[in-house]
């Protein structure tokens, strides 16, 4: 689940409602699995990061996050999901290389002239 807010103080608005709704209707959640992250510009950076809880749980900040196949950062570059498309590519090549490896030079030849 992701939730999403303008300000630390209605983040954990949400965060106390999703846990009533959770002990209301005996819904498990993992602490520990659960993390935040907040996306500032770069001139607010130096703020320092808000505790956050769930329950008497101090939630941990997370600097990246996967999500939907994608990383988000908190510095919202791509880089991290650049890097993820990258190595996927490479992983793609190197499978179909080993395939064809087998392949004899004229047999590649024949099945690769346009």
Partial sequence: MVLISTSVQGL???I???RQYTEEFDILYNEIKT??????PRSLKHIAKPQIFLGNHRLE???EFPYLGH?????LKDTADVKLGRRALCATGNMIA???AFYLQDTKLLHFRS
């Fill in 98 to 100: 080993r395939r064809f």
């Fill in 71 to 75: 990383i988000i950062t908190d510095n």
């Fill in 35 to 40: 993390q935040y992250m907040s996306l500032l």
């Fill in 61 to 63: 900040f997370m600097h």
């Fill in 12 to 14: 954990q608005r949400l």
């Fill in 16 to 18: 106390d409602t999703f």
